[in-house]
């Protein structure tokens, strides 16, 4: 018998015998495998095995579930895709930003996500193509799909470039090659994989109101900001180009467009210490001209690329010891509201190539046991997901949080658990009595508009015709966009906008909204 029939019998009996977890299926693996006198397959190609056998009807979701790799990649709802733009001129000169040869600017060639791009030759077909083939194989559903396109000052680049690259992510989502983006974005409303956020990465110097009205028209949802730090005197000396009032006014204009928002924070910076970094990070959660929605925090470390490297070497500047760091991160997840999610607390970069900095590559992973260690609990939306966790619906409570963000009211209402550590469902809602004229010129399905920002349900991501009864499936969004409509109201609003994704727009029509321009909307 050869290997793969092997493997075939393996699936057949791992079937017929049900393991209720992971413990038990690589007991059973092992014990099998052992019979047939090989090392333990690896999962992949189990499923692999379990896939061919399904086709003939031979299913078991629990055994798939379990056989799946990296669970977590899609267990908080959708299936992160990630691309990278060409290598392109930058029009920042920081310090502290790597700048390797035929790379775009700040990435390294042995990250993940870059060495993916550089294998596709920076074909945003084919690293879309690769990354759901991946998914696929791993046995992750791949019908929700959020894109994340890296690669710097997207804001920057030729418009024509931008247009041709979002057009072959949609072709590569759609399976079929349009004439145009606008067709390749009416195509995947109804899409097999359907592109339900996408996020560009830029600078605050390079957001205008004519940049806002572009970004949603390519079908943007989120924008993620390089801000670094929120002292200016850190921005200059780190020659960032851009002081904090660029962060106040991009961040202003993209919330009061509907974007959903993520800083880059970089701690570490030359000119700062820990007690200054922490400071910044209680003023960003205070201050109502920042509260973004989201966090990455990228601590800094040095490559020999970047200029600061000449800084280390002269001795002009020393990173934060691994225990300064550790401490800071603790501090300042201890202070991260319940509506903000941290996304990052370390970059992928490969260890090789930092020559001082951080080199743990489990950061995330070490606060989180000294967390618990210390009976702390986090409150960023990524720590309370709820994932695969049990619930009941009678056990849901509705949550409503209101707090002043860049001169307008944010409310983040949310389905959560009774002791508020396991969150289901949140919707944000921005309500604004005083818009930019120049910005309703632009965007005029906006005027007189309560603005809901983002909708997102937690949990296993399940496709989207099946019945089955997880989080994803019991109506909590269509609950959570109810009682914004009814805040709107009361509020004094007779229209609300979504910003919504290019394949949710058919979940909002049949819930009475309609597109115009780029926005789903709905007379209340």
């Known amino acids: 018998m050869n290997q793969s029939h092997i493997e075939k019998s393996i699936v057949q009996q791992l079937i017929k015998a049900k393991p209720s977890n992971s413990r038990e299926l690589n007991y059973l693996v092992k014990k099998l495998a052992s ?45 992160v895709i990630a691309v990278l733009t060409k290598p392109y001129k930058c029009p920042g000169e920081c310090v502290f930003c790597p700048n390797e040869k035929k790379m775009p600017k700040s990435y390294i060639y042995n990250e993940p996500a870059v060495m993916r791009a550089i294998l596709c030759k920076f074909d945003p077909f084919k690293q879309v193509q690769m990354r759901l083939r991946a998914l696929a194989m791993t046995g992750h559903e791949t019908d929700k799909c959020e894109l994340i396109v890296m690669g710097g000052t997207w804001t920057y680049l030729p418009h024509k470039y931008q247009d041709w690259f979002l057009k072959r992510c949609f072709d590569a989502f759609n399976e079929k090659t349009a004439k145009n983006l606008t067709q390749a974005q009416k195509w995947n409303e109804t899409a097999k994989y359907r592109v339900i956020g996408l996020t560009l990465e830029t600078r605050p110097d390079y957001i205008n109101i004519p940049e806002i009205k572009r970004m949603r028209e390519l079908g943007a ?26 962060v106040i006014g991009a961040t202003k204009l993209l919330k009061d467009a509907g974007f959903k928002i993520s800083y880059h924070m970089m701690p ?22 920042y509260q973004p929605d989201m966090l990455k925090i990228y601590p800094c470390v040095v490559t020999d690329t ?8 002269s001795g002009k500047f020393r990173p ?42 489990n950061l995330r992973q070490l606060i989180a046991e000294k967390f618990q260690k210390d ?43 009774k002791d508020k550590k396991t969150l289901f469902a949140f919707l944000r809602l921005r309500i604004l009595k005083k818009v930019d004229q120049n910005l309703l010129k632009a965007l005029p399905e906006l005027k007189d508009a309560a603005l809901i920002r983002e909708v997102h349900t937690y949990g296993e991501l399940i496709p989207i015709k099946s019945k089955h009864k997880a989080v994803q499936h019991i109506g909590l969004g269509k609950k959570l966009i109810q009682q914004a409509e009814k805040i709107s109201k009361k509020q004094g609003f007779n229209k609300i906008a979504v910003i ?5 727009r058919e979940y909002y029509k049949n819930l009475g909204y309609h597109l115009q321009n780029t926005y789903m909307i709905k007379n209340l």
Not at 67 to 78: A, M, N, Y
Not at 331 to 354: A, N
């Open 35 to 79: 019979s047939y006198k090989i090392p333990s397959p690896k999962r992949i190609k189990l499923l692999s095995a379990y896939h061919k056998l399904a086709k003939s009807g031979n299913k078991d979701l629990g055994l798939k579930k379990l056989l799946k790799k990296r669970e977590i990649r899609t267990l908080s709802g959708v299936a």
């Open 375 to 417: 009976k702390n609990i986090c409150q960023c939306i990524r720590c309370r997901e709820a994932r695969s966790k049990r619930f009941e619906i009678k056990d849901l409570r509705l949550k409503i949080k209101k707090y002043k963000a860049s001169h307008g009211i944010e409310y983040f209402l949310s389905y959560e658990s």
């Open 221 to 246: 949802t989120r924008v993620e900001i390089g801000v670094q730090a929120i002292d200016d005197k850190i921005l200059k000396f780190n020659n960032r180009g851009h002081l904090t009032k660029e």
């Open 306 to 313: 970047a200029k600061i490297y000449r800084w280390y070497k």
């Open 500 to 504: 919504s994704g290019i394949g949710v």
């Open 320 to 361: 934060y010891t691994d225990k300064q760091l550790i401490d800071l991160l603790i501090k300042i997840k201890k202070i991260i509201p319940p509506y903000v999610r941290l996304s990052r607390i370390i970059r992928d970069i490969p260890s090789e190539s930092i020559v001082a900095g951080n080199k743990i590559s």
């Open 268 to 289: 570490n910076l030359p000119g700062s210490n820990p007690n200054k970094d922490l400071k910044m990070f209680k003023q960003l959660f205070h201050d109502q001209n």
